[in-house]
Structures are given as C-alpha cells and as structure tokens.
C-alpha cells in the first residue's frame, strides 16, 4: 500500500459518488490533493500514517468490511487523529445513524442529494467550510486538551 500525503481523504465505496465527488474537487479546488478510500478496513489503515494529516474526511455510513461508524469512533478515539474533522457523506436518513454519528463524534452529517447540481454544491460547500473557513489545531488532541 502506497501512502502519500492528502488534504482531502474521500472514504466512499459507491464509484458513481466517489467520482462525483473528486470530479468536483478537481474542478474547483485546483491543487487539493484527494485520496479516494474504498472501505472502512482500508481507511482504518492509512488516515493515522498520512503526514500531515487531512484537513478533511468524507465518510459514508455503509461500507465494505469495516463501517463507517466503526471508522468514525476509531478515529476521535485515537489522539493522532482525533482533530481531523469528520463528516459523514451519507444517504442514510435513518434517526439511529444521525444520533449514533454524533455520539461518536462527527462534526457534520449531511445527505447526499440525488440531483447531480445539488450534489455538486453540496460538496463544494462542504469544502469551502470545511478548507477555508474551519481553523483547527497544529498538533494531535490528547484527552481533550491541546498538547505542546
């Protein structure tokens, strides 16, 4: 496995909205390198090595091999990545799956529309948020205090 350095890491398995999604990001945010991730196991593996970490991951709720809940609590419970911020990409409407994201610590859940413009500018709010507005800090979070 081949890891590099990625501002944006897209954890999606369905190949239309992953393509969707990094044909927008190309498009209109020129020079934003993005990693398209294809289940929870291979995120799981490859966000704690990617230096520096992303300032962003899009994550699906319904993923091969590990879950996308299951990458959300693993990444806010590990302090290497705990800061990273998480939203979840998702077409699930289900109330269960909003609580559960939020009770491990998402910072955005928001659906994906099934009209192509509206998905477009979804994601490039999503991004314009998320890139250049959000401020976080340098280093990893550590038990809910910053560490020196």
């Known amino acids: 496995m081949q890891v590099r ?14 393509e969707l999604t990094l044909r927008v990001i190309k ?5 934003c390198s993005a990693e398209w991730v294809r289940d929870g196991q291979e995120a799981l593996e490859i966000l704690p090595l990617l230096k520096p970490p992303p300032k962003l991951v899009l994550l699906d709720l319904n993923l091969p091999k590990v879950g996308g809940l299951e990458v959300l ?11 990273i911020p998480v939203v979840m990409l ?17 910072n955005s859940y928001i659906l994906k529309p ?9 994601v490039q ?23 020196a």
């Open 5 to 18: 350095s990625a501002e944006i890491v897209l954890v999606e398995d369905d190949p239309y909205d992953a």
């Open 27 to 31: 498009r209109h945010w020129q020079g």
């Open 73 to 83: 609590r693993a990444l806010k419970g590990n302090p290497q990545t705990r800061a």
């Open 90 to 106: 998702t077409s699930s409407q289900e109330e269960r799956d909003l609580a559960e994201s939020y009770r491990w610590g998402t």
């Open 114 to 122: 099934t009209p192509f413009e509206e998905f477009v500018q979804i």
């Open 125 to 147: 709010e999503v991004l314009s948020y998320w890139l250049l507005l959000n401020i976080r800090p340098i280093v990893p979070l550590s038990g809910g205090h910053q560490e």
